[in-house]
């Protein structure tokens, strides 16, 4: 069992920054993990994703070279830096872990945390 607690969020002016951080509970080193979001009355959209050991990262082509994640094994934590951020941005941000595969599917991923909101003002 995991338990993921996402931090970080808030509200930002379009073109500020945030950094979201999701601390993990168990055996976190074990887990690929990934950071989805859902906006009000759109479905949940994938967000980027980082291996096990952190050698390989995926993301969205809309937050590709805006957002960077990163995770430390030795904190049980992964992060997501969103700079640049635009008003389309807005959403609940969760994080999630992913025991056996890597990738942009939500089914890949066995643990949800509650979620963060992220409000970008225009």
């Known amino acids: 069992q995991v338990q993921l607690v996402e931090s970080g969020g808030g509200l930002v002016q379009a073109g500020g920054s945030l950094r979201l951080s999701c601390a993990a509970s168990?055996?976190?080193?074990?887990?690929?993990m990934g950071w989805f979001r859902q906006a009000p009355g759109k479905e949940r959209e994938f967000v980027a994703a980082i291996s096990w050991s952190g050698d390989y990262t995926l993301y969205a082509d809309s937050v590709k070279g805006r957002f960077t994640i990163s995770r430390d094994n030795a904190k049980n934590t992964v992060y997501l830096q969103m700079n640049s951020l635009k008003p389309e941005d807005t959403a609940v941000y969760c994080c999630a872990a992913a025991n056996l595969r890597f990738g942009a599917t939500p089914i890949y991923y066995d643990y949800w945390g509650q979620g963060t909101q992220v409000t970008v003002s225009s």
């Open positions: 168990g055996r976190f080193s074990s887990y690929a």
